[in-house]
């Protein structure tokens, strides 16, 4: 697939109430964009389906399922899916070999025992050339947040733990896996690590973590209030979205179109893992 889409200005129009989510997910997406998806494709923990509609330019993908009921609905409100329907990624209910791709943005670092998970997307390859494309935050996230590597360079090693121990909380984080340590977990799953990429350089999660600060995103903050959900009827925040849109998409650009040069850490990364026939 080429990304030929500028995702900084969709996903701004998406996430205009959190902009650091969007500049997160653009550089995100501009990445897996680079990847090709051949049906039958499986979206794995699909959350409202807004990531899938934007990555894949409103073409509809064929499976989406997610374990959270509130999100099946809006994702087959959002139009991304032919099919969509709650389930857990631990026990999917496709048979053997039903897709040709597995997409999971986002999604694994959630999950505290991966294995069972990786196990089930690899039964439901095709097993002659299945691919399972992910997205995770790196081994490197933690180490390339602005505050943690602000307090360790003022001496507080303590200090910096706790605050990425804080953001792991926040963002319900259970771990964060080498490309190695990956290339193991997907062999359980009778899959063979094709690529390990990063993406997201270190100037990029340093602003992403300024920003979260700034915005207030995870708190209480007077942004938080503006952009409330239960204010959507308000008028205000129409204005407020355009000037998010306006503002970000010109002052972000340079950091969206930032990569991550070769043998440099990046704060996410992705992985292909390839069935391999005969296994499992
Ligand atoms: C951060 S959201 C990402 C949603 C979507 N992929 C996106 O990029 O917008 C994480 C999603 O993983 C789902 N999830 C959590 N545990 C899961 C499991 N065991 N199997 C499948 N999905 C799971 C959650 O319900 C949630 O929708």
Redesign the pocket.
């Known amino acids: 697939m080429k990304p030929t889409t500028d995702f900084l200005t969709r996903l701004l129009s998406v996430y205009w109430f959190a902009p650091p989510v969007a500049l997160w997910r653009a550089v995100e997406l501009r990445t897996a964009a680079e990847e090709t998806y051949p049906p039958p494709l499986l979206d ?5 389906g ?2 899938a509609r934007v990555l894949f330019d409103d073409r509809p993908v064929d499976v989406g ?4 009921m509130a ?1 099946v609905r809006q994702a087959a409100r959002s139009g991304a899916y032919r099919w969509v329907q709650q389930a ?3 026990q999917l209910p496709y048979p053997d070999g039903a897709f040709a791709t597995a997409f ?4 694994l670092e ?2 505290p025992d991966v294995r069972p ?1 990786l196990r089930e997307v690899g039964r439901v390859l095709r097993p002659t050339d299945g691919r399972f494309i992910f997205t995770i935050p790196s081994d490197l996230f933690r180490r390339l947040l602005y505050f943690y590597q602000q307090r360790l360079a003022s001496g507080d090693r303590e200090g910096a733990e706790r605050y990425a121990a804080e953001v792991d909380a926040r963002l319900e984080h259970h771990h964060y896996y080498t490309p190695q340590e990956w290339a193991g977990l997907l062999a359980e799953g009778g899959m063979a690590l094709e690529k390990a990429r990063y993406y997201i350089p270190r100037p990029v999660e340093q602003l992403w973590d300024r920003e979260n600060a700034q915005f207030g995103i995870g708190h209480r903050s007077l942004w938080s209030l503006l952009a409330s959900p239960r204010l959507r009827r308000a008028g205000y925040q129409r204005l407020l979205a355009r000037w998010v849109v306006r503002r970000y998409s010109r002052l972000w650009r340079p950091h969206y179109e930032l990569d991550v040069a070769p043998g440099e850490p990046g704060g996410g990364l992705l992985i292909v893992g390839r069935r391999e026939a005969g296994r499992q």
């Open positions: 794995l923990g699909c959350g409202d807004l990531v399922m997610d374990p959270w999100q857990n990624g631990v999971s943005n986002s999604v959630h999950i998970v």
